[in-house]
């Protein structure tokens, strides 16, 4: 359309100037010194337009010569860049097949010529890493660091997850301490930190962290509990090395995660491992306000008290609400065999077993069978236990000749020793 606007405008001014000369063609004389030159207005007007357009194409030819080797210098650089995008994107596919060699060899061949090295370095290190050519992955670290200095944070995480994955656990946590130095509030940073402290089982440095892991949202809040718990719980295992330190420790909890019952049992049984049970009996009462648990229930029972007939009458009074509990059934007997009433502790022993029995009821209920001279219901007390911890059922051998047959098969949940006492 252009071309054709054009042309007729040409055309145009064509007829408008050929009617002007017909018109009038007009008288021109031009002279220097003894030279004249006479002729029409139309013909020089004609030889100054051939003349001017004669003299544009001249110079159009020389600037073009004259920017012939910039422009090849260009479209050679061009065409490099052409063929570095097509070498980066073909290595990217390959790393992404698992073709990790050929992958290498395109990432890095355009490198040097490509508008991003840094991706092509980054890249490449990825694909020696997944080799464990890892003297390779950090020269082409190295690499890409110079070709951006401004993208450290950007190589640094790639280095850092690249040593994480390789389990170079030192060096991954140098990496990630001087990138946190370059960036102090990035996210990222500190979730690899979370990953290599849980990895070096650095729970005091995981505890310092969780103030600011929290602060900044960095994981969310489920998993953020879950670390906490899980932090908590592992520092209460370093602690038990003694009493002092390991209450110490235990006030420096935050109260929301002392009131959980994890925590609880875990810190109960660390304590208990240290010979100071006695000092748990309040701290299990307000647990077991606040939630029923069979474990804490257990270690109430198993704590010894300087007035056990206290202890006794606490966890009675539990079964109001918890009669058909055989964990508290068997807490009781504990606690009443700590206070010598023998036929209370047999008694709630033998409840327990009618109820759920088990190999640790039958045991202690055949120790103090034993202990009061029952010996024959004794030992069925034991050979019932023994046959709950058996996955195959009992059988009676054959009969010893003149002999009477004693290893009868025997019911576990009832055996003759409750049969007689119920």
């Given at each position: ?16 100037i050929t ?7 007009g008288?021109?004389?031009?002279g ?13 007007s004609l030889?100054?337009?051939a ?7 001249a ?11 910039e422009?090849?210098?260009n479209w ?5 860049g ?15 097949e698992?073709r990790?060699?050929?992958?290498e060899r ?7 010529q ?11 290190a990825r694909?020696a890493?997944l080799?464990?050519?890892?003297a ?11 070709s951006?200095p ?9 280095q ?8 170079q ?23 690899l ?28 809040e ?20 003694t ?9 420096s ?7 959980k ?19 748990l009996e ?9 939630e029923w ?17 206290q ?11 918890h009669?058909e509990?055989p964990?508290l059934?068997m ?9 010598k009433?023998?036929g ?14 088990s190999?640790?009821s ?5 120790l ?14 034991f050979?019932?236990g023994l ?14 000749a003149?002999?009477?047959?004693l ?5 576990a949940?009832r055996?003759p ?6």
């Amino acid at each position: 359309m252009r071309i054709l606007l054009v042309a007729f405008l040409a055309l145009l001014a064509a007829v408008l100037i050929t009617l002007w000369v017909k018109e009038d063609n007009g008288y021109v004389l031009l002279g220097y010194g003894q030279w004249t030159i006479e002729g029409s207005l139309a013909l020089f007007s004609l030889a100054g337009l051939a003349l001017f357009l004669l003299l544009y194409v001249a110079i159009r030819i020389l600037s073009h010569l004259w920017r012939m080797p910039e422009r090849a210098v260009n479209w050679r650089r061009k065409r490099r860049g052409q063929r570095a995008r097509q070498a980066l994107i073909r290595g990217l596919v390959e790393l992404a097949e698992g073709r990790w060699k050929v992958a290498e060899r395109h990432l890095t061949h355009y490198a040097t010529q490509s508008e991003t090295p840094l991706l092509n370095y980054l890249a490449a290190a990825r694909t020696a890493q997944l080799q464990g050519e890892h003297a390779r992955r950090d020269d082409y670290l190295h690499l890409a660091h110079e070709s951006m200095p401004s993208a450290g944070v950007a190589v640094g995480l790639t280095q850092a997850e690249l040593q994480l994955a390789h389990q170079q656990y030192e060096q991954a946590l140098a990496t990630l301490m001087h990138v946190r130095s370059l960036s102090p509030k990035h996210n990222y940073v500190l979730i690899l930190l979370k990953k290599l402290y849980e990895n070096l089982a650095e729970w005091r440095k995981l505890e310092e962290m969780l103030p600011e892991l929290k602060r900044r949202k960095v994981i969310d809040e489920n998993a953020c509990q879950a670390l906490e718990m899980r932090v908590c719980r592992e520092r209460l295992r370093q602690e038990a090395g003694t009493i002092d330190t390991l209450v110490r420790y235990w006030q420096s909890v935050p109260k929301g995660v002392r009131q959980k019952q994890d925590i609880v049992i875990d810190y109960c049984r660390c304590m208990m491992a240290l010979d100071a049970g006695s000092r748990l009996e309040p701290l299990i009462t307000a647990a077991l306000q606040r939630e029923w648990s069979a474990e804490l229930v257990t270690l109430y029972g198993q704590i010894e008290l300087a007035d056990p007939s206290q202890q006794l009458t606490v966890a009675e009074g539990w079964l109001k609400d918890h009669q058909e509990d055989p964990v508290l059934l068997m807490a009781l007997a504990r606690l009443s065999l700590q206070n010598k009433l023998w036929g209370k502790g047999r008694r709630y022993l033998e409840a327990g077993i009618r109820i759920a029995p088990s190999a640790e009821s039958y045991q202690q209920l055949g120790l103090l069978l034993e202990r009061l001279g029952e010996t024959d219901a004794a030992l069925q007390c034991f050979r019932a236990g023994l046959g709950l911890e058996c996955e195959e059922p009992q059988r009676a051998l054959p009969p010893i000749a003149g002999r009477p047959a004693l290893n009868q098969p025997v019911d576990a949940a009832r055996p003759p020793a409750l049969v007689e006492n119920v």
